[in-house]
Nanobody, 124 residues
Framework: QVQLVENGGGWVQAGDSLRLSCAASGRTFSSYTTGWFRQAPGKEREFVAAISWSTGRTYYADSVKGRCTISRDNAKNTVYLKMNSLNPEDTAVYYC?????????????????WGQGTQITVSS
């Protein structure tokens, strides 16, 4: 089992920045992939970013590329998502997820463990 706890969401204005954190406990996952997804009201959950624990390679959705940075702290078993230049279209619940298999994925169904989510609301 892997437990994931997200933090860092909040209410911000357009142009602001936020850093989300995802702390993992339970099984270690040095060979897994951790991803961030988001879901806005009435929309499907969509991929935001992912990072391979073993290689550190990162992947981003086109909608956030250049504005987001995903990183990891192996010692703290924590993954971060720094988001800059936030805009109202970024308003959503952001979820951290772990894929317990080799290979990076961007499809939610391929991730095995999910956090409870943290809300980001961006006002214009």
């Amino acid at each position: 089992q892997v437990q994931l706890v997200e933090n860092g969401g909040g209410w911000v204005q357009a142009g602001d920045s936020l850093r989300l954190s995802c702390a993992a406990s339970g099984r270690t996952f040095s060979s897994y992939t951790t991803g961030w997804f988001r879901q806005a009201p009435g929309k499907e959950r969509e991929f935001v970013a992912a990072i391979s624990w073993s290689t550190g390679r990162t992947y981003y959705a086109d909608s956030v590329k250049g504005r987001c940075t995903i990183s990891r702290d192996n010692a703290k078993n924590t993954v971060y998502l720094k988001m800059n230049s936030l805009n109202p279209e970024d308003t959503a619940v952001y979820y951290c997820a772990v894929r317990t298999a080799e290979g990076v994925a961007t499809i939610p169904s391929l991730f095995n463990y999910w956090g409870q989510g943290t809300q980001i609301t961006v006002s214009s």
